[in-house]
């Protein structure tokens, strides 16, 4: 089960979330979400763990405690939805108007 784990202080690393969740069970994968410019955690990241059952128990277990003087919000991750725009359609977006004068 992919669980996302939310509200992650900045001085978090994969090995910290995997200590974590090691408690509960198997853990396939850990990533923290870093920034692709900087660096730096964008303050969430997913874990797999492949037994549902200790995936559940981690969830419950976790959601709601403190990591790092944050309060941590974990649940199963959702599918990422195709529509990446931001809920905008394509376009250039304004008018067609061209400068200048009208022309009739």
Same mark, same amino acid.
Not at 25 to 54: C, L, Q
Not at 80 to 91: A, F
């Given at each position: 089960?992919?669980?996302?784990?939310?509200?992650?202080?900045?001085?978090?690393?994969?090995?910290?979330?995997?200590?974590?969740?090691?408690?509960?069970?198997?853990?396939?994968?850990?990533?923290?979400?870093?920034?692709?410019?900087?660096?730096?955690?964008?303050?969430?990241?997913?874990?797999?763990?492949?037994?549902?059952?200790?995936?559940?128990?981690?969830?419950?277990?976790?959601?709601?405690?403190?990591?790092?003087?944050?309060?941590?919000?974990?649940?199963?991750?959702?599918?990422?939805?195709?529509?990446?725009?931001?809920?905008?359609?394509?376009?250039?977006?304004?008018?067609?108007?061209?400068?200048? $004068? $009208?022309?009739?």
């Amino acid at each position: 089960m992919n669980i996302f784990v939310g509200n992650l202080s900045r001085e978090v690393k994969d090995e910290d979330l995997r200590s974590l969740f090691e408690t509960f069970g198997e853990v396939a994968s850990v990533n923290v979400v870093k920034d692709k410019f900087s660096g730096e955690s964008r303050g969430f990241g997913f874990v797999e763990m492949p037994a549902k059952a200790s995936a559940q128990s981690a969830i419950t277990g976790l959601n709601g405690k403190e990591l790092k003087g944050r309060t941590i919000n974990v649940n199963e991750a959702r599918p990422r939805s195709d529509n990446r725009s931001g809920g905008r359609s394509g376009g250039s977006g304004g008018s067609r108007r061209s400068g200048g $004068r $009208r022309q009739f």
